[in-house]
């Protein structure tokens, strides 16, 4: 259900940036999603349907980008990249890690017409 918080983050967003340009309709949004963050695609886009309807963002296309999560070794002091889930350190094998990347969710543009 935070899927519906975070969408109507969204389209604050996109509303006030939309305003400030001038803009009549607003055309796509890009979004970034790190895999470590809970927020399903299709549930935005299920909200987005429903609260952007009435508004300049209605048919707006969302735009996906999912950004791998990142992980750094407490032991080893190395940095990778998560392959799955509960994967220990690919080098040393100890699983006292430290996530230093993967959960961002954030707007990354939006695209407008005047």
């Given amino acids: 259900m935070h899927e519906l918080a975070v969408t109507e983050s969204v389209l604050d967003i996109a509303l006030r940036h939309a305003g400030q340009a001038?803009?009549?309709?607003?055309?796509?949004?890009?979004?970034?999603?790190?895999?470590?963050?809970?927020i399903v695609d299709d549930s935005v886009q299920f909200y987005w349907d429903m609260i952007a309807?009435?508004?300049?963002?209605?048919h707006a296309t969302l735009h996906f980008k999912r950004v791998p999560g990142r992980m750094k070794c407490l032991e080893c002091e190395k940095e990778f990249e998560v392959q799955?889930?509960?994967?220990?350190?690919?080098?040393?094998?100890?699983?006292?890690l430290n996530i230093i990347g993967g959960e961002e969710f954030y707007v990354e543009s939006i695209i407008v017409e005047k």
């Fill in 22 to 38: 001038n803009a009549s309709r607003v055309t796509d949004i890009y979004l970034v999603i790190g895999r470590f963050s809970s």
């Fill in 53 to 58: 309807e009435n508004t300049i963002c209605q």
């Fill in 84 to 96: 799955q889930s509960l994967d220990p350190c690919p080098y040393c094998g100890s699983f006292h």
